[in-house]
């Protein structure tokens, strides 16, 4: 901060004219007298290089692997159970010692994705290894960029006005990959293959370096406020001061939002009311934002600019959204429609679509009611099952007789009818009121209006995978159900490497399995599935003992908890080809997937996917 609107110096290039151990505290408390410019640009390349850096290995990493991955998929597309032998063997020591202790390693020994709590309260989840590697990096690096001060200066208000103009300049620099780390339609997340959950963590992280910066820059302008003050013994109250300069209250504005923000993003008070927090969360982000922009402006300071581009993506982004929603979900005369089927402990839920979707499996929706909640939902589901049919009819305003021969002779219009199911465990809030209003009615089924935004996700394909261990936990079988058609149907056509599929679900009661019934009916009558699919049921809190009986070699039941760790074991050792295990349940299952994983990566080609969403 500083304590004029306007500047008319331009750092060191100024101060350059003058000797600064003879210069008056007070002028290096406004404009940019003492302000580095020139390290200042310097750091900002230096942190857009290292981005630009990490992004291109990640790319070049993804290449390899989308390369090794095609050639394994054309090779095993006609081969047998021998000839994949080959791809089940690393060729190199190097990525599966990666693998194990940097790409899928937690921070600790096992927890990662478990919610770890203090006083009952959550306390949220640990990034990965290599997550935290990144992060500490990033952090380290923003840490000597704003130390890296001229520590000789006779000056000490002159050391202080270097340290605000590099806090503030980093600040202003962070937001940009705080905004696009932040949305669903970050291009980053096709390109590196990256999920956005990953992005969604360092996201947080760079909003409280952000929020740091920013109190440093604050600091580092009141301690020259404080010493210029007692040089010429005439002290002023800085609130005073801030008061009477719309370029510090500005600036107070912006940084009292990022501090509020610091606080209530805290995993604690995110966990208590989601929603709330999010709402209030991006109104305070606004504020910070546009606050900071003024501040900028007003002050006439460098990298304004930054400010509104980063304003720009924040509104494109939305817009985005918004697009995504209408043209799937509203036609000219009609919008989507919804029915909910109440069932035990969740809601089956189907949208009909207005318009066609290329979907992929392992894809996620946000689903909106209008008639529930005003707020659009930020909570995201996972397609469950999708229907795609082509029907030859008319449309309702051209139903009518011909009247011509031109009109007989003119073929019907194709149209596309699509469906999409989710399966919406009744948890509280918007999942409660509607499993609540499904069970109300007579016959449990409900007819309401609502709309969803999406596909997102989706970015791992299973195909040139020999064995493919599917675990799922809970409503995380919704995740995994397009991935068992998609690989049987791919077998049967002979598209895909796959020869082995073994579904793992981890559920408390028999209940559950009403919510998956008509689609593994409907994947039991498919063709070659007795040879391919291999189906594991654990409920591991059943009404009775008897109740769980496994009715054939093909769908095996257990009573109790699942352990991965001899699941993965087992089918390890009799393996087809290149092995891939992916999981989508709870953290704390999750996590020990991972480990079972880890165990292996060293002895063949595993590689794990984990699909997740931590908030």
């Given at each position: ?107 600790g020994n096992k927890r990662h994705n478990r919610n770890f709590q203090v006083a009952r309260l959550n306390m949220g989840t640990l990034p990965s290894r290599f997550h935290t590697l990144l992060l500490t990096l990033y952090i380290i690096s923003n840490i000597v ?231 659009l939902s930020s909570h995201p589901f996972s397609i469950a099952w999708y229907d795609i049919q082509e029907k030859a009819f008319r449309a309702a305003e051209d139903e009518k007789l011909p009247s011509t021969l031109s009109d007989l002779r003119s073929p019907l ?127 591991t809190k059943p009404r009775h003992a008897g109740d769980v009986v496994s009715r054939s070699t093909q769908v095996r039941m257990y009573g109790g908890r699942c352990k991965p760790e001899r699941i993965v074991e087992e089918e390890f050792e009799k393996r087809v ?39």
């Amino acid at each position: 901060m500083s304590s004029t609107p306007k500047l008319t110096t331009h750092g060191l290039s100024a101060a350059s004219n003058y000797s600064i151990c003879s210069m008056a505290p007070g002028n290096f408390t406004h404009g940019l007298m003492g302000v580095n410019l020139q390290m200042d640009d310097t750091t900002t390349y230096t942190l857009w290089l290292s981005i630009l850096a990490v992004c291109l290995i990640v790319v070049i990493g993804r290449l390899v692997q989308g390369g090794v991955s095609q050639l394994r998929h054309i090779f095993n597309l006609k081969t047998d159970s021998v000839q994949q032998a080959y791809w089940s063997r690393n060729g190199t020591w190097i990525w599966p010692w990666l693998k194990r202790r940097l790409i899928y390693a937690p921070l600790g020994n096992k927890r990662h994705n478990r919610n770890f709590q203090v006083a009952r309260l959550n306390m949220g989840t640990l990034p990965s290894r290599f997550h935290t590697l990144l992060l500490t990096l990033y952090i380290i690096s923003n840490i000597v960029y704003c130390l890296f001060l001229d520590y000789k200066s006779c000056n000490r208000t002159a050391v202080l006005a270097e340290l605000r103009g590099r806090t503030g300049h980093l600040a202003f620099v962070n937001m940009m990959p705080l905004i696009v780390f932040a949305g669903r339609n970050n291009a980053l997340i096709p390109l590196l293959r990256v999920s956005f959950d990953t992005f969604n963590i360092f996201h947080r992280w760079i909003g409280r370096l952000v929020a740091v910066e920013a109190i440093v820059h604050t600091a580092a302008w009141m301690a020259a406020k404080d010493v210029a003050d007692r040089v010429t013994h005439d002290p002023d109250s800085m609130m005073r001061v801030v008061h009477n300069n719309l370029f510090l209250s500005w600036g107070l504005a912006s940084l009292l939002a990022m501090i509020f923000i610091l606080i209530q993003a805290s995993s604690a008070i995110r966990h208590l009311a989601y929603e709330t927090f999010l709402h209030l969360h991006q109104a305070l982000a606004i504020v910070a934002f546009l606050a900071a922009a003024v501040h900028g402006r007003m002050g006439e300071l460098p990298l304004t600019n930054y400010v509104y581009v980063t304003i720009a993506l924040w509104f494109l982004e939305r817009a985005i959204r918004w697009s995504r929603i209408i043209y799937h979900n509203f036609g000219f005369s009609s919008s989507t429609q919804v029915t909910v089927e109440a069932l035990s402990e969740a809601c089956r839920v189907t949208f009909h679509l207005k318009r066609p979707w290329q979907l992929r499996p392992g894809c996620h929706v946000y689903a909106h009611f209008p008639t529930l909640t005003w707020s659009l939902s930020s909570h995201p589901f996972s397609i469950a099952w999708y229907d795609i049919q082509e029907k030859a009819f008319r449309a309702a305003e051209d139903e009518k007789l011909p009247s011509t021969l031109s009109d007989l002779r003119s073929p019907l219009p194709a149209r596309t009818s699509n469906s999409i199911t989710l399966i919406m465990s009744k948890k509280s809030g918007m999942t409660a009121q509607l499993h609540a209003r499904a069970s109300a009615a007579a016959s449990g089924i409900i007819k309401i209006k609502g709309y969803i935004e999406g596909p997102y996700g989706g970015l791992e394909s299973m195909h040139s995978y020999g064995t493919v261990i599917l675990f799922a936990g809970g409503v995380g079988i919704t995740h995994q159900m397009p991935h068992v058609r998609d690989l049987l149907q791919s077998y049967n056509d002979g598209t895909s490497a796959v020869r082995k599929i073994i579904l793992v679900w981890s559920v408390r009661s028999q209940e559950a399995f009403d919510w998956i019934h008509p689609w593994m009916t409907e994947i039991f009558q498919m063709p070659h599935r007795q040879q391919v699919l291999k189906v594991l049921l654990f409920v591991t809190k059943p009404r009775h003992a008897g109740d769980v009986v496994s009715r054939s070699t093909q769908v095996r039941m257990y009573g109790g908890r699942c352990k991965p760790e001899r699941i993965v074991e087992e089918e390890f050792e009799k393996r087809v080809g290149a092995m891939a295990v992916t999981v989508c349940g709870p953290g704390a299952f999750a996590d020990e997937v991972r480990s079972a994983v880890r165990e292996k990566v060293e002895e063949g080609v595993v590689d794990f996917v984990e699909e997740s969403f931590s908030w």
